[in-house]
């Protein structure tokens, strides 16, 4: 799924009807850069009485759309072994394995299981929490039964301060995958992370900026009438101007001239500094625990570290920092060195 151009998944949450998934396929397929077209056939929801999918009669329909409609792949979700015996008795190309599905390893086991030795796309949405080790056991579940074609999808966290999205896409998970699994394709799915229209462009664009591999969309023929996730949802015309107007990075670092050269030369530069000054001022703390024994003190001084915390968020904003990203140093700092004063 590596390649030159973004890979992209587009299609509507659920799968309504035949005439609604006609109609959006049809569209889909003047859209160049569409490779896959996703579409939802079990949807259970978070509370019940509301439409849930319409299962094995939707993957009917797929296959009759697909002969219509030659050169795209589909795909589907699947979360129980009978999910995976249906996407594959209908000929689906791909599934992928939602976020809910990833967080727990009996199901995953279960799901993977029926999966094995089959030659589908599998992708793999990260869990709701945003533990990146959890979502690398998945990745390597789909591995131990065999499957070649897998592919990680990042649709954000569900964690306590989402920012103003659906999922805060807190996208230094998926930086810290591409760290642990270089070879592992990242898709993004701004349609989760985002949970209506209007950040969709910008996430998207973001997506590109960190060199993920290609993005994962919610379209709909008629968005505000969709029977689910209808706020997030996008027209195919809506989906076809977005990828028309988004600027693909390269993530090849042979690339780099010169300039770039000498400014990461520079970075690392500061990086040593910094690490010396870390080392420096936990040489500090060091002293500052003797003192302490002396003196019959406390390790943890509560007033004066608020008042060093205040003080160093001041400073902060005096030099453009955002405070946030200091005060979460500062803590990590803070923590560091009350473990080197209580000597462990």
Request: charge should be negative; proline fraction near 5%.
């Amino acid at each position: 799924m590596k390649g030159s151009k973004p890979y992209i998944v587009a299609g509507p949450c659920s799968v309504e009807s035949r005439e609604q998934l006609g109609e959006v396929v049809q569209a889909l397929s003047q859209v160049p850069q569409v490779d896959m077209v996703r579409c939802g056939v079990w949807k259970p929801r978070t509370h019940p009485g509301v439409f849930e999918g319409n299962g094995e009669e939707a993957l009917q329909w797929v296959k009759e759309v697909r002969n219509e409609c030659q050169g795209l792949r589909f795909c589907c979700e699947v979360a129980r072994a009978e999910h995976v015996e249906l996407a594959l008795r209908y000929g689906m190309e791909g599934v992928w394995i939602g976020a809910r599905t990833t967080a727990n390893p009996f199901v995953m086991k279960e799901v993977t299981e029926a999966m094995r030795g089959c030659g589908l796309t599998v992708m793999v949405k990260n869990a709701p929490s945003p533990d990146v080790q959890l979502w690398i056991g998945a990745v390597e579940r789909c591995r131990q039964v065999g499957l070649k074609d897998i592919v990680a999808v990042h649709r954000g966290f569900d964690v306590f301060m989402n920012g103003g999205y659906r999922n805060n896409p807190l996208w230094e998970v998926p930086i810290e995958l591409r760290r642990l699994e270089p070879d592992l394709p990242i898709l993004c799915d701004p349609s989760h992370i985002a949970g209506r229209r209007e950040p969709i462009a910008a996430l998207t664009q973001t997506a590109m900026n960190l060199g993920m591999d290609g993005l994962m969309v919610e379209v709909h023929p008629h968005p505000d009438k969709a029977l689910t996730d209808a706020k997030q949802q996008i027209t195919p015309d809506e989906l076809k101007g977005l990828l028309d107007t988004l600027v693909v990075r390269q993530t090849d670092s042979t690339v780099a001239d010169g300039q770039l050269q000498r400014l990461r030369e520079e970075i690392d530069l500061l990086d040593g500094q910094l690490l010396q000054v870390l080392a420096a001022r936990l040489g500090v703390a060091s002293e500052i625990a003797k003192v302490k024994e002396r003196d019959n003190l406390a390790v943890y001084q509560p007033k004066r570290w608020e008042q060093v915390l205040q003080q160093r968020k001041l400073t902060a904003a005096e030099l453009g920092l955002a405070t946030e990203f200091v005060e979460e140093i500062f803590e990590k700092i803070h923590a560091e060195s009350v473990r080197v004063q209580l000597g462990k």
